[in-house]
Each structure stands twice: as structure tokens, then as C-alpha cells.
């Protein structure tokens, strides 16, 4: 198996749908040499006044995943983004996964974000933790996908782990407030720790979000990590990393407990 390419768009969208298209179109088209591309939650649309989110939502064959698709069928790459999808009178904080080919999956989010003062599910419907779950494969490899207040739930990534994923997606929008680029940071290294996984992670930059976006090996490495600006982020995953760590570290073999969900 190849070694597996990266990319993360960090950046900080606004409330204006055409320009955040527009404004992604130099860093998709930079990503040409790379087989993923990974965008934060809420790319297409982000309103900092949470009732006012859902005027951005769209169907899944609107023009932000239209426009996503397109650029994965220039480029070759699978891109994997955040967006407010619109299904009848729900709307659902969804990450879809795109191809060459099309749309290869979504996910919709099961945990939302109503902590720390907010209340995601006031205006946005939960995905149910019974939805199959997004697992995607590029190059032999395994993504599984989730994102942003899922990471505080272990079991979101070991369920992805446990259907396979050697890589966990994570684009997120994390909030900015004391101890919060802590808790994103020991958080995401964590999920990489116990479940012995790549983590990549796509966040916004400031000001909506912490920035620190990162991609993290199996032992809990650090292999690039922003600050709080916009910017694009590469790195090529090795794919003996995962296997040599499982053997050196057989924690997930060793378990005694499943995870099912409720």
C-alpha cells in the first residue's frame, strides 16, 4: 500500500456562500498532488448567530457539493467537507465525502454542540448514532469520518476503528474560549492514542474558530499543526505506521468491552 497524501483547508467561512466557494478555489487547486483533501465544518456557509445558520443550508445536490465535486474530478482527489445540509423541512450539520466519481458518503452529525453556552440542536436536527457509518477508501487505505463535538465521545472513533478506519477525519469548527485549543489538542491526541490511528483534523481559523488544525500519527505525534491563521496544511501518512504501532501497542486487539450503539 502507498503512502497516503493530505491536505487541510483551514480557513474561516463567512455567511456570504459564493465567496467561501470562490476563496476555496486556489487551495483545492493547489491540492492537485493530493489524494484527500480535508475541509473544516461549515465550509459552505457559517453565521456566528446559530439561529441564523440554517438560511444557508443545502440539498445535497446544491452548488456547494457540486462545486466540491467538480473540483475532485479535476483534480482526482477525495475532498471531505463540512456543510448544512437541507433534507425537506430538517436541517442536518453534514459531512459528505466526494470523489472522481461523485459523491461517495455522508455523515450527519449525532453529537451537538449544545455546551458551553451553545445550542447546535435548537436549529439543527441530530443524526441517529443507528446511520451506517462513513468509511471511506482511497488508495487501500480506511477514513472514517466524524467531526468536531464527537471527539469528545471516544466511541464515535472506536466504532470508525472498529469498521476498519486506520485514518480519522475530523472537520470541526471548535469554538474559542479558555482552555479550549487544550482540549481540541489533548482531545484529538487522545482518539490517535488509545485507538493507535492517524488523525487528521480540519479546523476554522480565526476568529470562529482555534485554528491548530494538525495531523497526528499513531503514537500521538504531531506531524504538522497550524496556528490560528488561514493556510493550507500537507502531509503524506506512511502506511506501515499504523500496523508497526498496533503490534508495539496492541491496546485495541486487547480490549474487553464493544461498542454498540443506543
Known amino acids: 500500500m502507498e503512502g497516503l497524501r493530505v491536505g487541510i483547508v483551514q480557513f474561516a467561512p463567512g455567511s456570504d456562500a459564493g465567496r467561501n466557494r470562490d476563496y476555496l478555489h486556489v487551495p483545492l487547486l493547489g491540492s492537485a498532488v493530493a489524494d484527500v483533501v480535508v475541509l473544516p465544518e461549515y465550509s459552505a456557509f457559517f453565521h456566528p448567530d446559530l439561529a441564523a445558520r440554517a438560511a444557508g443550508a443545502e440539498p445535497l445536490d446544491g452548488p456547494f457539493v457540486n462545486f466540491l465535486m467538480g473540483h475532485a474530478k479535476k483534480s482526482g482527489a477525495t475532498i471531505v467537507a463540512g456543510f448544512l445540509e437541507k433534507a425537506g423541512e430538517r436541517v442536518y450539520n453534514t459531512v459528505i465525502a466526494v470523489g472522481p466519481s461523485g459523491l461517495l458518503g455522508r455523515y450527519r452529525k449525532i453529537h451537538l454542540y449544545d455546551a458551553f453556552g451553545s445550542r447546535e ?11 451506517p457509518l462513513l468509511v471511506i477508501p482511497v488508495k487501500g487505505w480506511k477514513l472514517g469520518i466524524q467531526t ?3 471527539i469528545r465521545f471516544p466511541e464515535v472513533s472506536r466504532r470508525l476503528v472498529d469498521a476498519g478506519a486506520e485514518v480519522l477525519v475530523v472537520p470541526s469548527d471548535w469554538v ?13 491526541t487522545a482518539r490517535a492514542i488509545e485507538n493507535v490511528s492517524w488523525v487528521v483534523a480540519a479546523n476554522h481559523a480565526a476568529s470562529s474558530g482555534t485554528g491548530h488544525s494538525m495531523v497526528i500519527d499513531p503514537y500521538g505525534q504531531r506531524i504538522v499543526e497550524a496556528q490560528d491563521a488561514p493556510v493550507f496544511l500537507d502531509a503524506e501518512l ?3 505506521d499504523v500496523p508497526t504501532a498496533r503490534i508495539s501497542n496492541p491496546s485495541v486487539a486487547q480490549r474487553r468491552f464493544r461498542v454498540v450503539p443506543g
Open 176 to 188: 474559542p474560549g479558555p482552555r479550549k485549543v487544550d482540549h481540541w489538542t489533548t482531545l484529538l
Open 121 to 131: 440542536s435548537d436549529f439543527i436536527t441530530a443524526g441517529s448514532p443507528t446511520d
Open 148 to 150: 468536531c463535538y464527537d
Open 238 to 240: 506512511n502506511p506501515d
